[in-house]
């Protein structure tokens, strides 16, 4: 079987399936960290992201899979990329999008996610890039940390600008 790798921008490859997740963050003194997902059955550390519930567009399903994921509410600031793979199903090769959006933690707490994942916790953006399990993640979170440190001056402009 020839499987299209995560990550792989085909122009071409019409997904036959979507879903959506997110990279939230959270500033803790100078560090950023991220919501990484671990499940020990697959050895598998992802982003939080899934299927859309019947009528949801991309940001609908990103919000509500994070929350669902990692009992976390957070709110988008910025579409990040889409992803592109390939797996088999019932001798049926699915082609999959899966768009991911740059996010900030509003409230919730991780204790609260749902049984899809064993573990969810806050990573270091640098170790969470060594840990994904996912090229196609991988390269999601490496465009998100450059969107982060836009975001993360933005909002320190704005706070300064306030304090004035």
């Not at 797996?87 to 768009?99: A, G, H, L």
Request: glycine share 6%; proline share 2%.
């Amino acid at each position: 079987m020839n499987n299209i790798p995560i990550g792989h921008e085909a122009g071409s490859l019409k997904p036959y399936i979507w879903s959506a997740g997110g990279v939230v963050l959270r500033k803790l003194d100078k560090e950023t960290e991220i919501l990484i997902c671990e499940r020990y059955s697959e050895n598998l550390i992802a982003l939080p992201k899934g299927k859309p519930n019947k009528g949801e567009n991309e940001e609908e399903t990103a919000i509500r899979e994070v929350k669902e994921e990692t009992g976390i509410n957070a709110i988008i600031k910025t579409k990040i990329k889409d992803i592109f793979y390939s797996f088999e199903s019932s001798d049926e090769i699915i082609n999959k999008k899966v768009s991911f959006f740059l996010m900030e933690k509003i409230d919730g707490e991780i204790s609260n996610h749902d049984d899809e994942f064993d573990k969810v916790y806050w990573e270091k953006c640098d170790s969470a890039l060594k840990k994904l399990s996912h090229q196609g993640e991988k390269d999601v979170l490496e465009k998100a940390i450059k969107l982060a440190k836009d975001f993360w001056e933005i909002k320190k402009k704005k706070f300064l600008l306030k304090e004035k």
